[in-house]
Every structure is written in C-alpha cells, then in structure tokens.
C-alpha cells in the first residue's frame, strides 16, 4: 500500500509540474514563433482569402491609417472613426492580416506589425463585416500630385480663437505622422506661409531650423503634431489635448483661416 501511495504520488508531481511549463520568449519574434507554433497559419503574415471583384464592394467610409499606435508599440494602426465598434471583424492590408486593437473614442482599431512607411503603396484593403459584407479600399495613389503646388492634398481648417498672447489658433484633427513623413506647409488667409518639413517634431518660428526666433519672419508661429504624448509646453512635448495638430499663426496675424497642403 504503502509503495502504491509514493506511485501516485511521483504521478500527481509529475502532472503538476508539465501543467505549469511555460515558454517564455525572449524577444517579439520569438513570440510570434510560439503563437505559430500552437496556431499554425494564424500569423500576422498569413495571405489574405481569396477576393473575387463581382462580389466585393468598394469600402463607403473613410479609413485612418496611422504610422503608429501606443497599442501596436510602434507599428501602424488601421482606424474606422465613421462605423459603429465590432461592425468590422476582419481587415488586411498589402496581404497582411491585423489583429483587432482596443476601440479608441468608438472607432474600431486594428493593429500591423509594422511601422506604416513600410507598407507599400498603394495600400489594399480588405474587409469584411459580421453581417457577411466583404469589400475593398485603396489608398496612397488615387490623388496624384497637384503640379501647381507639389502636394497630393490640401484641406482647409477655420480658427477656433485667438490664444497665447492674442495669436489664431487651430485643432486640426489629423496627427501629423498621418500626413506621412513631411513636408506640410500652411498657407494662411493673409498670405504668409510656413513650410513643415518633418512631422515628427515640434516647430516653431524659423522654417529651416523649425526653432524659437524672435527676429523671425514668422515670429509666434507654432506647429505640434499631436504624435501622442507627453503634451506640453517643451519642445520635445510634441503631444497635444485633441489628439491632433495644434497650430498659431505668428504674432499680428489675424487670418482666421488656413489651408494645409501635404
């Protein structure tokens, strides 16, 4: 008896200590490996299904397509701010499948594995929603450049107030990473411009160094991307309370509207 109790007891060890055996990886693309390792062929790079055109639509709402997202630790971000959470349950871009992200603000959110210039353009989409709908989006050569300007696009942003020492101010609701990399430049009502070349950083003042100069031609001028956070008042604060790029006119300016072209 007393043999039979010490078996099932070397039994039970045994049991409870394959249970708990964990791989821990050591770095992202060992953990991709493990995933593929136990769920073959649901990776992040699986191909998308197969799109027949006669049956696919062309997507009716807008999409956002984010260089990075704090949820993805760096990588791109596919966003639908016009459709209602967990309406879309499956999206791919160039062949890649997303995972599906935290909601932001009710907008659904999917996740890359890549930062967003990576990708190559054009972007192709495929979607599909819970009720069956499947359809298709491209984006990134639809809007040739304007050879009157040397942009692909430009939108126009009415301001809010006058803040900070008397100067125009705007909430443009785009990041500044989703406008690509640079440049942008500002045309404001009254005339004066201000070329943008980087949406990384903050910039202020001088076009060429985008640094603080009172003997400036555009002395008070002040463009923040919003790329998430901190934000601030310092010049590495490039986040802002809207999500979105904040802009001043400079000093004396009083155009209450500017035009973005990027």
Request: charged share 25%.
């Amino acid at each position: 008896m007393k043999i039979l109790k010490n078996i099932l007891l070397i039994c039970l060890v045994f049991s409870f200590s394959t249970t708990w055996a964990v791989e821990v990886p050591e770095n992202r693309d060992q953990c991709l490996a493990i995933c593929d390792k136990y769920f073959p062929g649901t990776s992040g790079t699986t191909p998308v299904d197969p799109v027949t055109p006669t049956k696919a639509k062309v997507f009716p709402d807008p999409i956002t397509f984010e260089r990075t997202s704090d949820q993805g630790n760096g990588a791109a971000a596919i966003l639908f701010r016009s459709t209602r959470d967990g309406w879309i349950n499956y999206v791919s871009v160039n062949g890649e499948v997303a995972r599906k992200g935290v909601s932001y603000k009710g907008a659904s959110v999917f996740l890359l594995l890549k930062s967003g210039d990576t990708y190559a353009r054009p972007l192709k989409f495929v979607i599909k929603t819970n009720d069956g709908g499947l359809y298709t989006a491209v984006s990134g050569s639809a809007s040739p450049v304007d050879p009157t300007t040397g942009y692909t696009n430009k939108e126009t942003f009415t301001s809010y107030g006058e803040r900070n020492g008397g100067r125009k101010a705007w909430r443009i609701p785009k990041r500044g990473d989703s406008l690509g990399s640079g440049p942008v430049k500002f045309v404001f009502v009254s005339g004066k411009t201000f070329t943008v070349k980087s949406t990384a950083r903050n910039c202020r003042d001088r076009e060429d160094t985008c640094n603080r100069d009172s003997s400036a031609d555009m002395d008070g001028f002040v463009f923040k991307p919003g790329n998430g956070r901190p934000n601030g008042e310092g010049d590495s604060d490039i986040g802002t309370a809207h999500g979105g790029i904040y802009l001043h006119a400079p000093y004396g300016d009083k155009s209450n509207t500017v035009t973005m072209y990027w």
